[in-house]
């Protein structure tokens, strides 16, 4: 599954033009897609989207889901939205995909605004092509990447036990990796 390739990870961001947000930050990328840079998801990243994902997500007391806006004629993000529309229906939302992967800005904006009138946590998914540029428009360095001045603390993401019952597959959990950061400053630049 393209949810990219690292453990959870709690970070504190570098505070020069912060964004504040208490909110915790979820980001995926989306679930896996047919070779030839065909659009939508396979067979095993539809039924990820579909049963092991929302079971994963269902208790974290999500109140928005951003998926980047799908676009026809390249097919960016067409996968990342088919992964987030599951996970939304389930939890009676609507994914907001009105940032396009080009917007150094949307997605900083929309958090901080979503985060002045709710501390629900926020789940981002993201064309796993594109998952750099969305990083650097946050302005989040991975810890042990090329620019690590974040002193990140790096937690792992143990889903619980319940969790593991509810998903279809525990081979599918197990190959989920998830980003996580709570309570933090996202460094953005806005407009």
Not at 104 to 110: F, L, M
Not at 137 to 163: E, H, K, R, W
Not at 165 to 183: F, T
Request: hydrophobic share 40%.
């Amino acid at each position: 599954m393209r949810i990219t390739t690292v453990t959870s990870t709690i970070a504190l961001l570098s505070p020069a033009l912060a964004v504040s947000i208490n909110n915790t930050l979820y980001i995926i990328g989306n679930a896996e897609t047919p070779s030839l840079d065909l659009p939508g998801l396979t067979p095993i990243g539809l039924r990820r989207a579909q049963d092991c994902i929302p079971p994963i997500f269902a208790d974290l007391n999500l109140g928005l889901i951003i998926s980047c806006k799908p676009n026809n004629k390249t097919g960016t993000c067409m996968s990342a939205n088919d992964t987030a529309v599951p996970l939304a229906a389930s939890l009676g939302l609507v994914p907001d995909n009105h940032c396009a992967t080009s917007s150094d800005s949307c997605v900083s904006t929309t958090l901080t605004k979503y985060a002045k009138n709710s501390t629900q946590a926020v789940l981002v998914v993201w064309d796993s092509a594109e998952m750099d540029d969305l990083l650097e428009g946050l302005d989040i360095d991975l810890p042990g990447g090329d620019d690590d001045d974040d002193n990140a603390d790096v937690f792992s993401f143990q889903p619980t036990v319940d969790q593991k019952s509810k998903a279809e597959s525990h081979r599918d959990l197990n190959e989920l990796h998830v980003y996580r950061w709570a309570g933090t400053s996202l460094s953005a630049s806005l407009p």
